[in-house]
């Protein structure tokens, strides 16, 4: 009879299963698994400085390859110090294997529930059962393989998401029989694939006859649908031939189709997205949790001449969305797709051309880029955006921060040709960006991964700068430099009379002097003030080798525009406008012009003179 | 009719209750609370650079002032960021306000069960239900002052512990009648004293007579006596007459008592305190949780000729405590010494002069320091600790990390005179000495606070040595560099044969260099590398102005001992030994010569020259 070691076989299973990297943070409850995984000749165990950046790391790691990566943390801290990254992943339903030690079994004998579970441990049940598809204390050996070989599964089923096993420190030391080891981790392996329905019939002829009689159709593309390759996405959408926005989590699914692609939409939405939207006769989105910052906040003024259809495979989802929604179906996008077209493409070509012209026209009418973002004294994050995406090479890789980073970001860089383009969109985590960036890396070194960080939120990960260090990452960092949070102090603007708390130097808040810091980690330093120089600068920072950080000095109040703000009536109100109507506010004239609807009653009793940007009070 | 907001009135509710500090970091959840506390004349709001740094500043603000301080957070990561911090001051009874932005009360409306609420919200009550004292989400203005009312007022109640209130936007920005205001706050406001019962007659009785029987009796005094003050609890000790071991969180409760003073004990205890602890006939344990690292795991062997009497505030404590302990009393600590004393003083002084007597010789014979903590390459953690111990005046404030800082802190120096020492001692995260230490430093400005901690553990909040500088806190920080994390090389050590794996620049974990780093945070930097400048060193580190780190370069091997190790016997079995047998293991004449108890079998069985430290494998 031959045995092995519990660690041994969770570590082989991994590798067989296809988990190439594990980021992780040893302690004494997760040793035996830290010696498994790292003996393991097919895993490479990435230590970072932060188990919120590990799960991070294994965020971006996951949306860069669609490949799972594992992260492994011990009892106690370790474990709570990756709730941000869990949460961060349940809300982009990103699939990710959390291993973490916990305190010997014994300790969980007497039920007791003391604050402490041994010396050490907490309850990880408790805490993670809201925030994860499934978190479970294993209380045997047989149950640590059967457990981590069901959560390797399920995280990848159905709607993705984190999944937790929890393995206290004796189970992992444990022997087991081999074949009970590989009959345990045999059980739960059906095969990993969607488990989801496609359209119901009925339902699918109902969708593909308002298609047909649609004038101004419009596809609203989500992150549900990145189960299909991008260049099969891109043929099925473009031989629909049906306009179509994208969601920022879905923004780099494929290259954008010259003619179709209608940009993005929302509070913060291109212009051009969020007038062709409002114009549009039928909406059918595809895999999208319709979000607050996406949908706007008045359901009945979205796309408000138009039937809209909602696809998507939470029940869950579709069940928050009020009455505006009526039709909606649980389905798989990408399946829903392509039944969507072949059902077109029997009854022949959507007679749309007028509307497809429409389309044409308005995304150049309305660049992403405006007179507003040309400043002449600090680098506009706009401008800069711009001659970024414009220098950047079909191999690189954006990975976002939050703030000036990923607004600006995402309202400016269309990827195209393989470029990719995320953050951690649902929570929304300052911190993010580094150790997403990191994770981007560890799943495709060939790529030229461009890290977007602020001052204010690069703080949150600092620790793991050395990590890039250590690790030889060749990441190259722009931190904009805004002198704090600068999306707050447009808030403060707009719901404290501007006043300033904890969001610049002079309200207690500071970053430090990061070209002294950064070289201090090791670094390469480069930095852009002067807006003329931008071009030269940003060639040296794409072609540097190596670990590289370009500091941005922007404008501390530079506005994060177009968005949807609070706006004055000619007769003194507040109102919110409707999503077509985004600040700086456009002449009535440009907006009528480029919408196919009338004029919503709240534009036409707009001030537009006095009106002007008042952040985001709208709540 | 006057009106107030809603985030004024809990603002200026905190400066009536007393709260003067508030650490937080702001978002656009939280922003109406931030602009009123930061308005208040009588709030300081104190920005760090990550929630949980936050959190631990709180904790180590109460630590050191038995004041409480309060948190503010915004949602989402915000308040996720929290949660090491919060089950920190939960395992360590330490009460913690914490306010939590949230999204607006109509993203509640439908009882959705989304992956996220609104924009970035999270089910802050789901997750924080077992890691509080109380945690809710206010739906109205009015609950918003209640709940905060409640939770100042319960955190600091029983045993004292984090409360949190999540409090929408919407109702921050809201306006109440002032009257109504007023009665909200004023609901829940009994007296904040401890709601906790004295001894019943009948057990204080037994308890007594125990004591008055009892050749050798020792007192265990643990946290829960704080509520006393330290000169106060000094003299009913003192005149008690009977010797006493501290926990490791109490064991700055009052300045050592020559004569009566036994040490502490436990798997990292002092060999003094636990031969002590063994040889007793009565141990009763005031205040104390009775955690794994202080009673051994083999409650058997604990004091075992010792009748055990248990005196704690929480049920749930004295429920997980095992048959080994059968005399447990439901009562709160300090007014159950205060009762004892009381009887004793009636009937007369103890008769236990022999006691006493054998209570000094041991801690002649058992010196702290010993001749394995001499080092001639590198500097030994121990000596200078022992040297920093007596370089510090009345005035200093040790606070600890983990690992090294921790474990050589805690074993060798003894607070006396008005010293402090102190860390998150349940949870022992990784991280929390410097946010403690900040916490510290707000508490009490004229206290010298030193800093303890270590390369590994100092990662984890890296970020907030920014804000020592930006605060101008004159901070001291020590960094033992034991190349990575030197506890878990030891549990290597003893159960993985000794392979490394993420603990040290071999196997896949380095730190920065933190010359250059601390430097270019704008720290003074001293380092110490040979044993003879030790106390030159330290006394220009303690004498210096303003923030300056010392970095101690310690052997990356060296031992954290003595300590509890699993052994080998003559007939090369392993076992645990009984807590006085403490690695390195002493002759059994040394043990035999101070131990009141006859020599615990498994002592006699071990091989004494084989077994040497096999690390923490016990489990």
Excluded at 184 to 209: G, K, R, T
Aim: charged share 20%.
């Amino acid at each position: 009879m031959t045995d092995i070691k519990v660690a041994d076989s969770v570590a082989d299973f991994l590798a067989k299963q296809g988990i190439r990297h594990v980021f992780g943070i040893i302690g004494s409850a997760n040793a035996h698994l830290f010696d498994a995984v790292y003996q393991h000749p097919k895993l490479e165990l990435v230590c970072l400085h932060h188990e919120q950046a590990c799960v991070m790391a294994a965020h971006g790691y996951f949306m860069q390859s669609g490949r799972m990566a594992a992260v492994l943390v011990t009892a106690g801290a370790g474990i709570t110090n990756a709730l941000t990254g869990v949460v961060g992943s349940w809300a982009d339903s990103v699939p990710v294997l959390i291993l973490s030690g916990q305190e010997a079994t014994k300790q969980f004998k007497s039920n007791n529930l003391a604050r402490m579970i041994g010396i050490q441990g907490v309850y990880v049940e408790s805490i993670y059962k809201t925030c994860t598809k499934n978190v479970v204390t294993c209380q045997d050996p047989e149950q640590v393989l059967r457990e981590v070989a069901t959560a390797l599964n399920f995280a990848k089923t159905d709607r993705q998401g984190p999944c937790i096993v929890d393995i206290p420190i004796d189970l992992q030391a444990a022997r087991l029989d081999v074949d009970v080891a590989e009959s345990a981790l045999a059980v739960p392996l059906s095969p990993i694939q969607p488990q989801l329905s496609c359209l119901a019939s009925e339902d699918l002829h109902q969708l593909a006859d308002a298609l047909q009689k649609s004038q101004a159709p419009l596809l609203w593309l989500g992150n549900g649908l990145r189960r299909l390759a991008s260049d099969d996405l891109r043929t099925l959408v473009k031989d629909l031939g049906v306009p179509y926005l994208t969601s920022w989590t879905a923004n780099d699914l494929f290259s954008p189709i010259e003619g179709l692609y209608a940009g993005h939409a929302g509070t913060y939405g291109g212009r051009a997205g969020n007038v062709l939207l409002q114009s549009c006769d039928l909406l059918i989105t595809l895999g999208t949790r319709l979000a607050i910052p996406q949908k706007g906040y008045l359901d009945d003024e979205l796309a408000r001449r138009a039937e809209i259809f909602v696809v998507d495979c939470d029940q869950v989802e579709l069940d928050k969305l009020g009455s505006r929604f009526s039709k909606k179906f649980l389905a798989d996008a990408p399946t829903a797709l392509t039944q969507i077209h072949a059902v077109v493409q029997s009854v022949g070509q959507l007679a749309i051309e007028l509307w497809l012209e429409h389309v044409r026209e308005v995304r150049q009418e309305m660049p992403l880029v405006e007179a507003c973002h040309r400043n002449e004294t600090w680098i506009d994050s706009y401008s800069f955006m711009a001659e970024l995406g414009s220098a950047a090479r079909s191999d690189v890789t954006f990975v976002t921060d939050m703030g000036t980073a990923l607004i600006s970001g995402f309202q400016v860089l269309e990827p195209s040709d393989g470029q990719r383009l995320f953050t951690s969109q649902g929570l929304g985590e300052m911190g993010y960006g580094l150790p997403g960036a990191i994770g981007a890396w560890f799943a495709d070194a060939d790529r030229k991964v461009v890290c977007l960080n602020c001052d204010g939120g690069l703080m949150m990960n600092l620790q793991d700068l050395h990590s890039v260090i250590s690790h030889e990452i060749p990441l190259k960092i722009v931190i904009f430099n805004n002198d704090g949070y600068l999306m707050i102090k447009h808030t403060q603007n707009a719901i404290v009379g501007g006043r300033r708390a904890g969001t610049d130097a002079g309200s207690g808040l500071t970053c430090p002097n990061y070209e002294s810091l950064v070289k201090a980690f090791g670094f390469r330093y480069l930095s852009l003030r002067k807006a003329d120089l931008t071009s030269d600068v940003i060639q040296n920072f794409l072609q540097a080798e190596g670990p590289v950080i370009l500091e941005v000095f922007m404008a501390p109040d530079q506005l994060l525009v177009p968005k949807l703000s609070v706006s004055i009536t000619a007769d003194g109100r507040l109102v919110s406008p409707p999503l077509e109507d985004l600040s700086p506010l456009l002449t009535l004239q440009s907006l009528k012009k480029n919408l196919l609807v009338p004029l919503h009653p709240k534009s036409i009793s707009l001030d537009r003179v006095v009106s002007d940007s008042k952040g985001d009070a709208i709540y």
